[in-house]
């Protein structure tokens, strides 16, 4: 059983501060990862993705991976109330397998 | 660029009831198509998936049914509502590994 987990919070930071979001997965040989936003009520919006070890940065947003570890992150620099959301963690395995998502940790920016 | 409908945004239905949910993507070909349902406060729950027209994959056992009558269309069905089926459906696109994109959602309520 493939599994993504990820710490449900909530989270709460306060405005300006870096909000840390961490995941981890069983399956050693995951491909490729994505984070989603959520925003309560609406659906879930790809922000990155990240395929090779390392950091990728995009504007506020830092994903970073750690394959060894089996283990991937998202920093929030400078987050703002409109940052409060639910983040997903998804990995996928490759080819046409779908992806396969942890259960979200809600994150709440406090102004 | 490639978009996602789904409709309706809302549904409320009796129990026992039929159901259809009609999802079509546009500015793509040969996604790979998805159907999730996602209950109040829990993650995304994977119920179908098709990689191609015809090709249906069934991830959990119930009384739903998925059908891709075309390259871009993708129907999730029921003969006969149960108040477990309500939540949040979501119907999503792929293609090859640059993300997993989500319709707008329809929230059924099963009365």
């Known amino acids: 059983q493939k599994e993504v987990e990820q710490n449900s919070g909530p989270l709460s930071v306060p405005e300006g501060a870096i909000a840390s979001l961490n995941c981890t997965y069983s399956d050693r040989g995951s491909q490729s990862f994505f984070w989603y936003r959520q925003y309560s009520g609406k659906s879930p919006e790809l922000i990155m993705f990240?395929?090779?070890?390392g950091d990728k940065e995009d504007g506020r947003f830092t994903a970073q991976l750690n394959k060894a570890s089996q283990y991937v992150s998202l920093l929030i620099r400078d987050s703002q109330p409109s940052d409060s959301a639910t983040y997903l963690c998804a990995v996928n395995a490759g080819g046409n397998t779908p992806l396969v998502f942890g259960k979200g940790t809600r994150l709440s920016v406090i102004a | 660029s490639q978009t996602i409908h789904q409709w309706p945004a809302t549904l409320v239905q009796p129990v026992g009831s039929p159901l259809s949910l009609e999802c079509t993507v546009e500015g793509t070909s040969n996604p790979n198509l998805y159907w999730y349902r996602q209950a109040a406060g829990r993650g995304l729950q994977l119920l179908f998936y098709?990689?191609?027209?015809?090709?249906i994959s069934s991830e959990v056992p119930q009384n739903l049914s998925a059908s891709r009558p075309q390259d871009r269309q993708f129907i999730l069905s029921s003969k006969k509502l149960l108040l477990s089926d309500s939540g949040f459906y979501l119907c999503?696109?792929?293609?090859?590994?640059?993300?997993?994109?989500f319709g707008q959602g329809t929230r059924l309520t099963v009365v």
């Open positions: 990240i395929y090779s070890n």
């Open positions: 098709s990689v191609g027209i015809g090709q």
């Open positions: 999503a696109w792929s293609r090859q590994e640059q993300g997993t994109f």
